[in-house]
């Protein structure tokens, strides 16, 4: 699960965003465990200009990325109600921060709208079953991205770490399992 986890959380207090699917099913959606916080670092130290984040999550992201001069505005699309009503009250007062209830697969930004950083996060966990919504969101958004800015950014929640594991599941298919396999002989 999460690929290799070298650094553990150290023992102390941590906030779990759990959802429940059509079935009753609860899974643990984002935390700020330190695997959480690192695998996000990027996106905040790339934020800049006007920035477009898919899934509000615990809104951890949202904190320092809000503090950042550099940031004229963050845009959130969040597909849950309850999610916006516990998370938004959390978060820092600030007229750079517009949160939408919408479905990033179904929302349009508004005829002209350009954004310098891009964010896709709202996988509970990494499959590769979720390279194929990855690519769509990127391909549909791609034309939103802020092209005249040198530094515009777009990427999902571990996408890179995603194709690697699909590979080595592809690599794992394709090695032919021989039925026999030789033992060295032991010399005397």
């Avoid at 996408?159 to 030789?182: F, G, H």
Wanted: proline fraction near 6%; aromatic fraction near 8%.
């Amino acid at each position: 699960m999460y690929g290799e986890f070298k650094t553990p959380s150290p023992a102390g207090t941590y906030v779990t965003l759990r959802l429940s699917d059509d079935t009753g099913k609860s899974q643990v959606m984002m935390s700020d465990l330190y695997y959480e916080r690192a695998t996000c670092v990027e996106v905040v130290e790339r934020a800049h200009g006007d920035v477009l984040v898919a899934g509000l999550g615990i809104g951890m992201i949202l904190h320092p990325i809000l503090r950042k001069e550099a940031v004229r505005s963050v845009t959130v699309i969040e597909k849950y109600q309850d999610v916006v009503d516990l998370v938004l009250p959390t978060l820092p007062a600030s007229e750079k921060l517009k949160v939408l209830l919408d479905d990033i697969y179904t929302w349009k930004p508004r005829r002209g709208q350009c954004y310098d950083v891009i964010w896709f996060d709202i996988w509970p966990d990494i499959e590769a079953t979720r390279l194929p919504e990855m690519a769509r969101l990127h391909r549909r958004f791609r034309r939103y991205l802020n092209r005249a800015n040198p530094a515009c950014w777009m990427e999902s929640w571990h996408r890179q770490e995603t194709r690697r594991m699909a590979r080595q599941q592809r690599n794992a298919k394709q090695t032919p399992q021989s039925p026999l396999s030789v033992q060295p002989e032991e010399s005397a």
